[in-house]
């Protein structure tokens, strides 16, 4: 009887805690499930990427505008382009000349009409579109323009010829012939007025100086400017120093994602 009794109470006792742990066992379940659904639905936010921090000084680089003279010269049967970087603050009355002189047409056509191999370029005058006046190439009796001395020269200095200090003693440039610095030319520093620095072209130069002459220093071959044009170009301006002539640059170019912004004009000026 007593075991009887005590296993009646036992099964009571069951069946009543047993819907309990059912109970709990099913919300421990069911917040362990939304707990993991949460959790997945909602990752913890990543970091921001942090943003290269750009100076002043290179924000002012990238926004700054330069002035480029683009000229094409047929040289040794083919066609080059030389690039000048203009620097009309330190010479602002000789680049306003220049740029007018581009768009008036002045210089399509001229030879290049004097070369002192590794030292000097020279062009620019009138008298040299036809070759019928090659005796008096560079005799040309131009206007001129007040000088301006600030800017030194430098290997691919770009300045304006000018008559001697004997006939001309206020060293006033010419008002069209201009010539390239190719060899170290710091002695004429304060007596020529640089108005400008060749980026790109300056080994192309360097051949045409080394060209056979003539008793007057003009080339036997004849080396012509067939175009020229002055632009805008927004930011950095790097001087390159060429292993190629002109367009052979594009066999080796890089992808546009690795092209500064000169290497990108370069492309639409090529």
């Not at 742990?21 to 379940?29: E, N, P, R």
């Not at 009355?93 to 740029?99: E, K, L, P, S, Y």
């Not at 008096?136 to 001129?144: I, Q, R």
């Amino acid at each position: 009887m007593t075991l009887m009794r005590t296993s009646h109470r036992l099964a009571i006792l069951a069946a009543a805690v047993l819907p309990a742990l059912l109970q709990a066992q099913t919300q421990a379940q069911t917040t362990t499930t939304t707990t993991t659904s949460t959790s997945t639905a909602t990752p913890s936010p990543l970091k921001p990427a942090t943003a290269p921090t750009i100076t002043p000084e290179q924000r002012a680089a990238l926004e700054e505008i330069h002035k480029l003279s683009v000229m094409t010269v047929k040289f040794a049967g083919d066609t080059h382009q030389i690039i000048i970087k203009l620097e009309p603050e330190k010479a602002p009355g000789t680049v306003a000349n220049f740029i007018q002189n581009v768009d008036k047409g002045t210089y399509k056509g001229l030879a290049f009409h004097r070369t002192i191999a590794d030292y000097l370029v020279q062009t620019g005058d009138p008298a040299s579109r036809s070759n019928d006046n090659r005796d008096s190439w560079g005799l040309s009796e131009e206007y001129t323009i007040p000088g301006e001395f600030k800017i030194p020269h430098t290997t691919g200095s770009v300045a304006m010829a000018r008559r001697s200090d004997k006939v001309n003693p206020d060293r006033k440039s010419n008002g069209t012939q201009f010539y390239f610095a190719v060899g170290d030319m710091s002695s004429l520093n304060g007596q020529y007025s640089v108005f400008g620095d060749v980026v790109v072209g300056l080994d192309v130069l360097k051949k045409i100086s080394r060209s056979i002459r003539d008793s007057n220093d003009a080339p036997i071959e004849r080396i012509e400017i067939v175009d020229i044009k002055v632009v805008d170009h927004k930011g950095p301006v790097v001087k390159l120093t060429n292993t190629g002539d002109g367009p052979k640059r594009r066999g080796t170019s890089k992808p546009d994602a690795l092209k500064g912004p000169f290497e990108k004009f370069l492309d639409r000026v090529w």
